[in-house]
């Protein structure tokens, strides 16, 4: 069945940086989207980054746009969000989904905290 698994989160100070990871499984990687997005707390989820399929377009929200950058590796079926400046509103709960035709999938999520 299709599973995303994320990791990279954890604990830094607000400047400092983080790399989280996504690894996917059963499905064919290299056809779909793929996202993250963020839940802080008593906050609605958020798209924050999307890339294409194959890696030539993205998008990224407002508020993390010059200091985040998507990219993946097909090969590896991972897609990865590179987040730099942090800021303390950038905490909360990040997840990687994917949309597979009539499937969508989320992975469980992998918390980030910028302290001030």
């Known amino acids: 069945q299709v599973q995303l698994v994320e990791s990279g989160g954890g604990l830094v100070q607000a400047g400092g940086s983080l790399r989280l990871s996504c690894a996917a499984s059963?499905?064919?990687?290299?056809?779909?989207?793929m996202s993250w997005y963020r839940q802080a707390p008593g906050k609605e989820r958020e798209l924050v980054a999307s890339?294409?399929?194959?890696?030539?377009?993205?998008n990224y929200a407002d508020s993390v746009k010059g200091r985040f950058t998507i990219s993946r590796d097909n090969a590896k079926k991972t897609v990865y969000l590179q987040m730099n400046s942090l800021k303390p509103e950038d905490t909360g709960v990040y997840y990687c989904?994917?949309?597979?035709?009539?499937?969508?999938?989320w992975g469980q999520g992998t918390l980030v905290t910028v302290s001030s």
């Open positions: 890339i294409t399929n194959n890696g030539g377009g993205t």
């Open positions: 059963g499905f064919t990687f290299s056809r779909y989207a």
């Open positions: 989904y994917t949309r597979t035709g009539v499937s969508v999938t």
